[in-house]
């Protein structure tokens, strides 16, 4: 099937190199035809996601903080300008300081859980409403979440708690936005290691456990991501909205893998 995205504008928030999830997410839709714009946070990250947007065929690569209502007004106005309306849009944003990514979750400071609320959360919201004015047509939304927003993880910590919330917020939003025909949904991917995701004390570990007990016995990679998004950014899933979908090679589903009957 080829052209999917054929006439399709979206904007890809949260590429920080070429193992980033939105890459992976940006190269599924690219191959169906998508048009795209890109946004860095940071002029360091500017210099490596502008060659990328290239690589997609993109010269609409801007900067935002979304910790900056100015700076995501400021996208909202150039995607205004240059194409008048928005089909999709790709939220692949999280972040909380590495020093309470290890430890207790009880440890959290008041100013990191804010910090890692605003940005990995409340950030949602903030771009769902500035997309919801230029898909007058519709539209669809994505957000990546992690099963630590159900169970409990070692180190995740506060982040668990944000994606909890951002989980919640994707429902209260499709509820919102569902009568504009905008569909908002989340892929909870299994792990993988990112830039963010190395933030995670023991990263390796858990990798390794999903590895060993997820039904296929392997970890996910950014193309698998990147191909379901591509179903729930396409119409393919125009009955769809408020879901969170696992990708995650089957884990959320085991309460405990079957051991060998002759184990010792
Ligand atoms: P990544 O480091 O490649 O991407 C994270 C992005 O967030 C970066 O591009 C960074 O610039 C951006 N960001 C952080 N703070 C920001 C701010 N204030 N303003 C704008 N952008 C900001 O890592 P990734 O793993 O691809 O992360 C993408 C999303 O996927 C995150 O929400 C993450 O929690 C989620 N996720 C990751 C995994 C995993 O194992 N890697 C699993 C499930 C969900």
Redesign the pocket.
């Given at each position: 099937m080829a052209g999917l995205m054929e006439g399709k504008r979206g904007l890809i928030?949260?590429?920080?190199?070429n193992?980033?999830?939105?890459?992976?997410i940006a190269k599924a839709l690219h191959a169906q035809g998508a048009e795209m714009a890109f946004?860095?946070?940071?002029e360091a990250?500017h210099r490596r996601v502008e060659p990328i947007a290239a690589e997609f065929g993109s010269d609409l690569v801007l900067p935002?903080?979304?910790?900056?209502p100015d700076a995501m007004d400021a996208v909202f106005n150039v995607l205004k300008s240059k194409w008048g309306k928005l089909d999709f849009l790709v939220?692949?944003?999280?972040?909380s300081n590495k020093e309470e990514l290890e430890g207790r979750y009880v440890d959290t400071t008041p100013g990191n859980f804010a910090l890692t609320m605003?940005?990995?959360v409340f950030?949602l919201t903030a771009l769902a409403k500035r997309a919801e004015a230029l898909m007058d047509d519709g539209g669809s939304i994505l957000?990546?979440?992690?099963?630590g927003a159900e169970k409990v993880l070692p180190n995740y910590n506060v982040?668990g708690v944000a994606?909890a919330a951002?989980e919640a917020s994707v429902r209260y939003l499709a509820s919102d936005l569902g009568p504009q025909k905008i569909r908002v949904n989340a892929?909870?991917?299994?792990?993988?290691?990112?830039?963010?995701?190395?933030g995670?004390s023991d990263?390796r570990e858990?990798l390794k456990w999903n590895e060993e007990n997820a039904p296929l016995r392997k970890n996910v990679t950014?193309d698998e991501v990147g191909n379901s998004a591509l179903y729930l950014l396409s119409d393919l899933s125009s009955g769809v909205t408020g879901e969170i979908h696992y990708v995650d090679s089957g884990y959320n589903i085991i309460g405990m893998k079957a051991m060998p009957k002759d184990a010792p």
């Open positions: 928030m949260g590429v920080a190199n193992r980033s999830i939105a890459y992976g946004t860095y946070q940071g990250l935002c903080d979304v910790t900056d939220h692949a944003i999280g972040f605003n940005i990995s950030s957000t990546l979440t992690y099963y982040m994606k951002l892929i909870s991917a299994g792990p993988i290691k990112t830039l963010a995701a190395s995670i990263l858990m950014i």
